[in-house]
């Protein structure tokens, strides 16, 4: 099946990307981007920097001089992954030709013995293992394995599988029972051994997956300057009250956890990574659904740490973040996970790479203070740095990550039971599958979330009565349901909407959700945004850009009035404002708050996702009321 | 003189540690603690990790394994600078003893040229001045030549004052006309040259001071991971607008230029860096008078970037403040830099260190959120880290650098010109010095700041008509003094109240300053403190902590009433407020702002110097208003 998770058991099952299609609007177009210049543009910057290099470098033998950092072989890994969900979503054959001139130069760097890795174990190089705390050499292997799961799931066993099955079992050699008792200062070989264990059919990959896992938090791993929690070594998995410490290392071992609990029916270990989870999504989660609020360590900061100038937000955080919400829905069926779903990948993902696929953010804050350039073209950016987004970073993981989350996110549209099928992201889709062993199709068409209406029609039912079941957002009070016998009903906010009926093909199902922007308050105990309320509409996050306010005046003079609702005029959603004009001179502490009246504005916002597209600006999403 | 700065010019003139005695209060203590405790605390660990053994083994020639960072040296010449003042202000003759032990194993050392690093120039170690952007070999000798003019002033010439001279020779043979046209990643050895050019009279120095001074901003070094604002390597000095970067550095580097703009009668390099300070003030301080925003790059944030949890507020940030408001008093007699020295000391510098002098805070944050345990006893701890005081660093830059300042503390007390004495900090003390050739004594008693009242005494006075002038704080509304003739008159906020008079010796002036508790508003542009106020008494900020909470509650479950005026009880200032127990689960945002009414109560506040003295507890500066 050609998805990146096929559990063993769970509430739900998935859909592969031969049974659900996109068909148009957002997400078909950032598919298309991601397949027309995203995945190219890595490639070109894996070969200008000389990542892929590396490999052919450390295939010829002898000392090198090797690029880029000690994880960079990753990047090259997971471009390998987008490669193949791509091929597997197209069939594109020039893509598979780049794709088979790659395997080659990573074959011919992979040892006798599986060993795999160009930054250890070669003359005048560290030897392997030496640095699991810091070194990435597993790490890189567990990105590796999530390609070869995408390539046995989309094409078959070839010279890549085989690579990879070499590496797995490397792996298993040196780590297994008898062998090193460590894990990796990175969370994801787990993730990747758990699920190539499932597309293989090996067991032992699952077991090594199972050991590493129960491995992590028992301080195996040395203190480093973060402490043990940056990399989850502080307590073992089932133990652990809440995500914490590095957010992607965080993110991807819960993953790893939810797939092993799974496999082994471990319910106390499901359960711990849910409570978690929930945790975090309660009291360490932005608006956007971004995780991460610490530059430092990119890490978790401590409950209601939100800040949002300082959000980190990492885009690969929210790539992992997908992932763990996805393995939660499939085990538990529970819609919030793929409301949080949406809400990244709208806010945090489709924002974190630009309209033309050729520049990303690396960090995704909620308030941007200074209108900054864009950088260099050509040039390497700080992955921390500016308002703009960049075309490559010194420490590059999320273009590639992004590229290769685009190119199966048809997977996270759709699932279905033994009942039926469940619509969980609304874009226009044909999805094709096999319920209880009879054909059921249907497509989706809605221009959501610019409209609040899904309309979903029966194109097959070769089976009997069938459940339909369509995602009703938390916010979406007052949405209706309109069953294929023309019957109206309210449905509830947060909870599925279920149609059960011997369908037909021709059948219409009407979903309307209501859109009109709205205001959101937060939780009183997040300090960063307290006195604030943001605009949303529909899955959007809505901000403020200085380039919208009057006089290109900065962001930190705008206040708003919530107590007047957002309104849509011209296409765009304004909110009444004032625009003040403060003096800056003087200690700014005292006994009364300086304040002026400022002058009232209506202001267009502007999605989240869309900030920074129209030059440099200031911008915030948490708006100070007036 | 026995004092760290004597200008050439100005409207002020520094006193030496033999003109003012502090004779009792806070800071005799802090200055009884440091002599007793933390010198000797520092030289213990100075021993136990090996700094001090690096000069040993580069004195021993060839290869050497080498303890601590690459800016350990200077951790030797800090503890170095601040056992030569403490021997000017009490002659402790094992302190000298120590001193001249020291002092051997430094010069041993030294190479025939001058060169002075533990760090580059060994056998197997990279060569001198080979990574001028992190090496921090010229910070390293701004340390050496600091302590210089503290042996020079407090001493006068010795084998120490010698190798720094043969130092300061080295640095601008290599570094001077013809040298290394680069300057140091961290600022340090400009005004480190400026100040050791007039305690030797040798203005090569100076001049050296100078060029390193012009030469900083226009792009000597490589831009590093951080981008050239980390050292203020983006502009140069005279045309920067605000106080940006690495706090530290850039303070540093705003001290040294003011000491060339001074000696130089270059205005308008005092200027630009005057426009730096109040900007930096007015927007980049937090309400301690901590510098430094951003935990990354222990940098200043953008304006308004003033999140307490993540203030970084770093210990030597305010040793440098201090200094360079120190500069700008004198060079100005601007009584707001003395308000700025007066709110940094009692609130970063006093609460940096235990009340025992043996455990410190590198960074100052004001909000923190969990009540972290102590760090373990004889251990190195991250400087990050932590709600509670660590015996010692990884990178211990603050320790020394607070001992340094500790006792050389009198020498801010106050200051002198023409017409009289000016005192700008209230402490116990007799200043004992000469204004227009006569003789000039008085006391000071006061208990300030539990009390406002302030007296001074005349103890001699051999000339004519002086003036007194004794700083009012901006808070102060509704001071009063009394002159030596009994009359009463109210004395404005923020200005000098000025007595002049022949004073005869018994002559009392007293000054009444309101030291009520008071509520302090911010700047509605500080998001981070949106919706809260703060306690003040006097200069000390106050602040809640959870072992003062009803149940032990953390302080995010806490709201207040600043309609209510804060009360003094039982000795202690309190607030009237309610405490929450609120939900955790499910998503923080949506249209309503959940909450509780919670459980009103009277709470005490502690002084934020004294935060985290009695065992682990979350605490906050800035309390929500309910």
Redesign the interface.
Known sequence: MKTPVVPERGTLRPLGLDEVRLTAGHWAERQAVNAEHTIRHCLHWLEELGWIANFDKAAAGGPFERSGREFSDSEVYKLAEAMAWEIGRTGDPGLEERFRALTARIAAAQEEDGYLNTMFGHPGRRPRYTDLEEGHELYCYGHLLQAGVARLRCHGEDDFTRLCRRAADHVCEAFGPGGIEKVCGHAEIEVALAEFGRATGEARYLEQARLFIERRGTHTLADG???RVYFQDDVPVRDAEVLRGHAVRALYLASGAIDVAVATGDDMLLGAVRRQW??A???R?H?TGGMGS???DEAF?????L????AYAESCAGVAAVQAAWRLLLATGDA?CADMIERIAWNVLSGAVDPGGRAFFYANPL?Q??ADEPPVAGELS?R??GGQRAPWF?VSCCPTNLARTFAQFASYVATVDDAGVQLHQFTPAVIDTVVDGARFALSVATVYPEDGDVIVRIEANDGGERALSLRVP??AEGARLTGPDGTVRDVEAGRPAVVTADFAAGDEIRLELPVEP???????????V???A?VEQGPLVLCAESVDLPGGADV??L?VDAAAAPVVRDGRVHVSARVHD?D????????????DEGKTADIPLVPFRLRATRGPASMRVWL?LG
């Open positions: 300057g973060f402490g929930d945790r999504v309660s009291r989660t608006l610490q530059y430092t900061g401590a409950d209601f740490a800040t949002p100038d300082r919030s308030h203070r200074t700080h921390a740095a010194d938390p916010w709205r205001w959101t308050l937060p939780d009183p105990r997040i300090d960063g307290r006195g604030c943001a930190a003079e206040t403060r800056a001179a003087g200690w700014p502490y005292g006994p009364a708050a300086p304040d100070p």
